[in-house]
């Protein structure tokens, strides 16, 4: 996937309150033009008073096993406040309830700290305009839950074409833009495109949402 061109660069702030962790994420994003860590803080409720004094950022990197405040009710907080504001949460947790709470509390996107660097930058910088990142392996935990929870299928196809219908599954079984494209040697830009025709016709609004619909109603 080729990230997508951004006029400035992406304002973007880490509460994360692991210092290894913390300073790691602001060299490594850091080091790409295309994004300006602002600031990093260790809890929710200094972030969210610091807010007060910074310009509003284009996103924010929440953790959520965090001091005080959990980084779920961050998000909660901070979506009520600002709901443009992109919010990934980047976190060891995988279990389903923290998935969907995270969610349910406004939530971009979902992300694991295994995420290796150069997928984690992809996933941030495609955010802003690409709709909400899932790591494979939370796909697949919200895959699980829909399967369990018996939820009847739709019978509609919703006109997806063959090949919206080949991208809709190789999205859903976590391959990024980059890898679609080259699978069918097309555009990354042409995969977008694809991808943003299924979001219109699903009626979905994040992956989080595309995921869970392709799933419960067995279009995959």
Known sequence: MTSPSVSKPLD????????????????LLGLDPRVNV????????????ALDTLPTPDLVLMDIGLPGMSGI?????????FPSVIVIILTVFEDTDRILESIRA?????????????I??????????????LSPRVA??????????????SLSDYGLTA???????????????????????IAASTVKKHILHIYQKLDVNSRAEFVKKAIREKLV
């Open 73 to 81: 009710e961050g998000v909660r907080i901070l979506k009520k406040r």
């Open 163 to 185: 090949r919206e219908r080949q991208i809709l599954t190789d999205v859903v079984n976590g391959f990024t833009y980059r890898e679609i494209a080259a699978r069918y040697n």
């Open 120 to 133: 984690l930058l992809e996933q941030i910088l495609g955010a802003a305009s690409e709709g909400s990142p």
């Open 106 to 118: 406004g939530a971009n996107g979902y992300l694991l700290k295994s995420t290796k660097p150069d």
């Open 140 to 153: 697949k935990r919200l895959l699980e839950e829909i399967q369990e929870s018996g939820e009847p299928s």
């Open 38 to 49: 602002v600031r990093t803080f260790e809890r929710v409720e200094t972030f969210l008073e």
């Open 12 to 27: 973007l702030i880490i509460v994360e309150d692991q210092k290894e962790v913390r300073e790691g994420l602001r060299y």
